[in-house]
């Protein structure tokens, strides 16, 4: 297996990066890697495999998410051929080609550090610095998240924002000082999801052997049903296929030919 790889990501950036394979990891060309990035982690596609050791160091390949090619060698070229063109970074190109379920959840989390646990225990005993260059707010926030950390192993950035108020600017702050450390724990989404579908039940002959008079011709309730669907989706079949808002399903669900029904993808 080759030792290094270069990596597609969809950064404005027209280039490849190159990552080490780590033994045991079968990357293939046209698949996708999460490699780590900067300070955080993204999935890119495999654009090539060898041996050439790069003169600058090299990160780990996190992991294969992709055992075979999701772009075949027709699609990369295209997508390349798309770069050239447009002058579009290659890694955003290859990006907008791949379905939405290939996305990966991206998850930071924060912990407090020993460091932070003893500003914190400082700042109870003697109060906030006076030589401090932060706000007494942004003193106060600052404490805020060290106290809410204190009580926790781990916190996401999300809960972490709504429940103590404090920036992503301020945030990236602690973790300069060491107070907080911060680990981005992204990994690929699960592409399986439950969609609400509407199932035609079996209809009576054209309810004659209804016993609801209200039933009406079934053929005319298949028609109307057929034109009101038909009307309602057609402008979105044209640019994002298929997608059925639930607030129509649950309209055509209550017409007695339909039920509501549930399948996974």
């Not at 079968?26 to 999935?43: D, I, K, Y």
């Not at 950390?149 to 108020?165: D, Q």
């Amino acid at each position: 297996m080759p030792a290094y790889c270069d990596v597609a990501l969809p950064v404005p950036l027209d280039t490849a990066f190159s990552y080490r394979v780590p033994d045991g990891m079968e990357p293939a060309v046209g698949g996708r890697v999460l490699v780590p990035f900067r300070q955080q982690r993204m999935s890119g596609i495999v654009v090539d495999l060898h041996d050439r050791k790069p003169e600058v160091t090299t990160k780990n390949v996190v992991s294969v998410l992709d055992p075979v090619p999701v772009l075949d060698a027709q699609l990369m070229r295209l997508g390349r051929w798309i770069a050239d063109y447009y002058l579009a970074p290659v890694g955003e190109v290859f990006r907008t080609m791949l379905p939405l379920s290939a996305e990966f959840k991206r998850t930071i989390l924060y912990r407090i550090a020993d460091q932070g646990q003893m500003a914190l225990h400082m700042g109870g005993m003697s109060g906030s610095s006076a030589r401090a260059r932060r706000t007494p707010e942004e003193q106060l926030v600052e404490f805020r998240v060290l106290d809410y950390l204190a009580n926790r192993e781990e916190v996401r950035a999300e809960s972490m924002r709504s429940a103590t108020g404090a920036s992503r600017s301020l945030l990236d702050g602690m973790v300069r000082k060491k107070w907080i450390t911060r680990e981005d724990v992204s990994g690929a989404r699960d592409a399986s999801r439950v969609v609400r579908i509407a199932v035609l039940r079996a209809a009576e002959e054209d309810g004659a052997k209804s016993e609801d008079p209200s039933a009406g011709s079934g053929q005319a309730a298949r028609r109307s049903i057929q034109s009101l669907v038909y009307c309602r989706f057609q402008p979105l079949t044209s640019t994002a296929g298929f997608a059925a808002p639930s607030a129509l399903l649950r309209y055509v669900a209550v017409i007695s030919r339909f039920s509501p029904g549930s399948m996974e993808i």
